[in-house]
């Protein structure tokens, strides 16, 4: 693998030795963790068959954000940063009545867009518990949180096209939207969601593929996932660009 372009990624901080991250900002993201299992526990109490716990969702694409910056090479430290930036990225979603989630039809129109309306109201609360900490571990954050529902045509939540878009939103775009695939929800009928079958749906279905994803991270991911899960694997994949 030739060597990544660290241009975009956090680099010039460690959240393992920063002092103001383990002093102010990790227990904020711990807080908020607790805050959302005991939200999901409320949804799980009105219906005790959902599958999409927020909580768990959170730790899983942490884990599969880091997993990804190590295949790409990156640094330690910036695998470090983007697990604990990506933890936080649904906190707004506890702020939203439980109803307006779990609901057996596909969501459309105005409930998307409530639904939607998480990632600001996950800013709102940085503001009110961190207020004006400057941080660059808070700027990433933010930008995750806020942005992580983008797409690179242009077309997602608040309409940035690609260019105005983060290497680490990017791969937050891919991470988060793989988890979302591939728990089953009663919309999904008999759709196929097995990692292959999933990420050949992000990759070749129209509206998605370069659409909505940086294409190159996105094989990045892939090769990922398929390494942890090979029996999993159909087919070989694509080489892919790790330069930018």
């Known amino acids: 693998m030739t060597q990544p372009s660290l241009h975009g990624w956090p680099t010039d901080f ?7 991250f383990h002093e102010q900002i990790k227990p904020f993201i711990e807080n908020q ?5 005991i939200y999901d526990r409320k949804r799980q109490a009105v219906n005790p068959d959902i599958k999409y716990i927020f909580h768990e969702h959170a730790e899983r694409v942490a884990c599969d954000t880091r997993n990804t910056c190590a295949l790409l090479g990156l640094p330690e430290n910036v695998q470090e940063n983007m697990y604990w930036a990506m933890l936080v990225h649904d906190a707004g979603k506890r702020v939203l009545p439980i109803e307006v989630w779990d609901s057996p039809e596909k969501p459309t129109g105005d409930t998307m867009k409530f639904r939607r309306s998480h990632v600001d109201l996950g800013l709102d609360i940085v503001r009110e518990e961190l207020g004006d900490l400057k941080h660059p571990f808070v700027d990433l954050m933010v930008d995750i949180m806020v942005n992580h529902h983008e797409k690179m045509d242009g077309t997602g939540e608040h309409n940035l096209p690609g260019e105005q878009l983060s290497m680490p939103v990017r791969l937050a775009c891919i991470v988060e939207s793989y988890d979302g695939y591939t728990i089953p929800r009663p919309h999904f009928g008999e759709r196929d969601i097995s990692p292959s079958a999933v990420l050949e749906k992000m990759r070749s279905e129209p509206g ?3 659409a909505m994803f940086d294409m190159a991270l996105f094989e990045a991911f892939a090769t990922m996932k398929l390494k942890s899960t090979p029996a999993l694997s159909k087919k070989p994949m694509p080489q892919m660009e790790t330069e930018r």
């Open 14 to 20: 460690d959240v393992r030795t920063d002092v103001v």
């Open 33 to 37: 963790m607790k805050l959302l299992e």
């Open 208 to 210: 998605k593929g370069a």
